[in-house]
């Protein structure tokens, strides 16, 4: 058969995998579109992922060779694709998407002709052709002129490989990756079958966030031969001196058992057809290699190329139809359906088919008869993301809640950065307060509220040296702040005020649960340690400023120091700038610190005037809705957002302004193009903007909610985008805050525009 026929059928094969983005596109899987994001930062993939899913299968392309530098330590790489990047060296199995530090992205499938190589600094192929749909990618390799499709389900990734006739290898990489960690084991099962195990973790830095990956590679067809490989350290020279750039990677040939190193693979060698091809599946566990078996053979039953890909689609299909939206541009649908897809890939499930899971930093196995999450990058999506899963798939943040406070149970506290059940301690604060907070005043109360609210009076009340959540709460509790030096000797990593601000907004949180369960005591302690942010407030600079151990103010001091994710004392990757505002719980007691009404809508707009403001930065992401709190400067919170939207949300590779961070971003997309915001986190309000749809339909879990949720715009003229009044249901509705109650219970929100 001729290349170019074999080309034709392949296409034909994959028909219903490929869908292009048509203009007329009438489901919402249609409009996403999984290159955006993939650059400037963003750190999103185009791979084979199912919602929430576990696997992940996605082109590995951050390894350079002689004529492509890209190379993943040569600079922070944190994920293992950039959409710039042209240089293959395999396809990775389960990743992160969204996130600012590298981790995982192993276990490198890559399919090669011709002499066996395996060396990935050799082997390693321009590629062209990429196509990616939800639950399925695809690429050529310029090199070997092989077609690569890959897709996966929850658990199990399945690959298709297209040879032309010749000599052909599937190579398994256990070395090269996107962690940090190194380290990893391979058995033989049979001819068509390994094992194995990769170790991963350090995110971040933390070097003891170490956990293992369990695997089962499958093959579709006898290889001709196989073997392992195994990486040989450098030797010493003729004269006795270590040679550093003699080291080689010996094949085992003869030798089928078993072997473990820390740069070791396994390679399967075909004669084949042209046309030929080979299937590979690949099932992961963080439990056990058997549990990885259990978990292939449940979700895939032989080799069924289409029909995983199919069903990775539909999946989509079915969680994407939660909100259905009219009106608006093609490119619109596509930024929203875009952002709604990122959204549904963390938190995902780390249990297996059988209901086992690591437990929460301790070395047993729980199980669980629903689902167990993992990758709770809290201090990111604290802030929106969980008030949308809540919204749009109330289930799974059950799920999400109940896994959190069984990680509380294992462990003795909370998550904050939690990855496959290890804590990281990233980033700062309390999140999970005002994450189950939010969750119980939204009316999603089957959980173990009491069991919460003790872990969350623990992190609240223990001083530093107890304290594994807030490491700087003695001075917060008896102060009201934390001083510059008592977190950090060198004040360039100090992030004193940070850590202070996310402390109160917790506070705050906790102050609501603490009414809500009837301690009415916690609930005045709390409320008023929430609002000791006052003790920042400096008239000179009119920001947040630093306070010494003395009490005096950090000078000199410069509020615009720390811009673009830079730490400048006492803040965390922001300026006084980006942390000025975040008061979203007492925004009126802000503005009187300021002057009034005047001089805090003047401050704030000019944030926006100076360029101050980050899109990508979380602190200050809900700064545009905070005008809506003041009659009569409502526009600006619609118009602001409205350029938000237009300037740093596109249907591009760089269409999201910045990391995602885990669907933070994207979540802020999302409420921001429906026309409501949760600016206030643990407070179950939401901030009402001008939609950019004509009309949003929420089709919501009747178990929790009674009806569809419908956002209407109705517009007097094209453009219009400053709202004129709202109705809730039939009535007039004089406000632009809206609970959560009023909203689902209301059902339709209707919002009439015209122009300024």
Request: proline share 6%; glycine share 8%.
């Amino acid at each position: 058969m001729s290349t170019y026929k074999t080309i034709f059928k392949q296409c034909l094969v994959t028909l219903f995998c490929l869908v292009t983005l048509p203009s007329n596109a009438q489901e919402p899987v249609d409009y996403v579109d999984p290159f955006i994001g993939t650059t400037n930062f963003s750190v999103c993939n185009p791979g084979a992922v199912c919602p929430r899913g576990l696997m992940s299968v996605v082109p590995f392309n951050v390894m350079g060779s002689d004529l492509n530098v890209y190379d993943k330590d040569a600079r922070w790489w944190s994920a293992p694709y950039e959409y710039n990047n042209k240089y293959f060296t395999g396809f990775a199995h389960v990743t992160l998407s969204g996130v600012g530090c590298p981790d995982l992205g192993t276990l490198l499938v890559m399919p090669t002709t011709g002499k066996l190589d395996v060396d990935y600094h050799h082997y390693g192929s321009e590629y062209s052709q990429e196509k990616a749909t939800p639950g399925y990618f695809s690429n050529w390799l310029n090199k070997y002129n092989i077609r690569c499709e890959v897709s996966s389900t929850l658990r199990s990734s399945i690959e298709r490989y297209t040879f032309p006739k010749g000599e052909g290898h599937v190579l398994v990489n256990l070395g090269n990756g996107l962690t940090n960690e190194t380290g990893a084991s391979i058995r033989k099962v049979s001819d068509t079958e390994i094992e194995g195990m990769r170790l991963l973790g350090t995110f971040c830095y933390n070097p003891q966030a170490v956990f293992p990956m369990y695997f089962v590679v499958r093959v579709s067809k006898k290889p001709a031969s196989s073997g392992f490989w195994k990486l040989q350290p450098p030797f010493k020279g003729v004269k006795g001196e270590w040679d550093p750039d003699n080291g080689k990677y010996k094949l085992y040939t003869r030798y089928g058992k078993e072997i473990a190193g820390n740069d070791i693979g396994y390679f399967f060698n075909y004669e084949c057809a042209e046309g030929e091809q080979i299937e590979v599946q690949v099932g992961v566990s963080f439990v056990s290699v058997a549990n990885a078996r259990e978990n292939l053979d449940a979700e895939q039953q032989g080799f069924r190329f289409d029909k995983v890909c199919k069903d990775a689609r539909q999946q989509w299909n079915d969680c994407l139809s939660t909100v259905t939206v009219e009106g608006g541009s093609e490119a619109q649908r596509r930024v929203f359906y875009t952002a709604l897809y990122h959204t549904m890939m963390h938190p995902n499930i780390v249990n297996d088919v059988n209901g086992q899971h690591p437990m929460m930093e301790r070395e047993e196995t729980g199980h669980t008869s629903t689902s167990r999450y993992t990758v709770f990058s809290l201090w990111d999506t604290y802030r929106n993301l969980h008030q949308l899963v809540t919204l749009l798939n109330p289930q799974q943040q059950l799920y999400m809640v109940r896994s959190m406070i069984d990680m509380y149970k294992e462990w003795g506290w909370m998550p904050k950065w939690e990855l496959y059940g290890r804590e990281t301690f990233t980033m700062e604060g309390d999140p999970a307060i005002p994450v189950i907070t939010d969750t119980w005043l939204k009316g999603i109360r089957d959980f173990d509220i009491q069991t919460a609210y003790e872990a969350f009076r623990k992190s609240a009340n223990l001083p530093d040296a107890e304290n594994k959540l807030r490491p700087d709460n003695t001075p917060y509790i008896e102060k009201g702040y934390v001083p510059l030096g008592h977190y950090a000797a060198d004040l360039s990593g100090d992030n004193s005020v940070s850590h202070a601000l996310e402390y109160y907004i917790a506070d705050y949180a906790l102050s609501l649960l603490a009414k809500d369960l009837g301690h009415k005591e916690d609930a005045k302690t709390y409320l008023t340690r929430s609002l000791q942010y006052k003790h920042y407030y400096s008239k000179e600079s009119g920001t947040l400023r630093p306070i010494n151990k003395d009490g005096s103010f950090y000078s000199p001091f410069d509020p615009k120091a720390g811009e673009n994710f830079s730490n400048a004392p006492g803040f965390h990757e922001g300026s006084a700038w980006n942390y000025t505002f975040y008061i979203p719980h007492d925004v009126m007691g802000l503005a009187k610190l300021m002057g009034g009404k005047k001089a805090f809508v003047s401050k704030l707009q000019s944030v926006f005037d100076n360029g101050y403001y980050d899109p990508a930065n979380e602190p200050d992401i809900a700064y545009p809705y905070l005008f809506s709190y003041f009659k009569g400067e409502e526009w600006r919170t619609q118009q602001i957002v409205a350029d938000l939207l237009k300037k740093y949300y596109k249907d591009t590779p760089d269409g999201i302004p910045g990391n995602d961070d885990t669907g933070t971003m994207s979540a802020w997309a999302i409420f921001s193009m429906m026309g409501i915001y949760p600016d206030c986190p643990g407070s179950p309000y939401y901030t009402i903007t001008t939609p950019v749809f004509d009309k949003v339909t929420i089709h919501t879990d009747k178990k929790f909610y009674p009806h569809d949720i419908v956002i209407e715009k109705r517009k007097t003229h094209a453009g219009d985008q400053y709202i004129k009044r709202i109705e809730l249901g039939s009535k007039a509705f004089n406000s632009y805050r809206i609970s959560h109650e009023q909203l689902v219970k209301g059902g339709r929100l209707t919002i009439y525009t015209n122009s300024r």
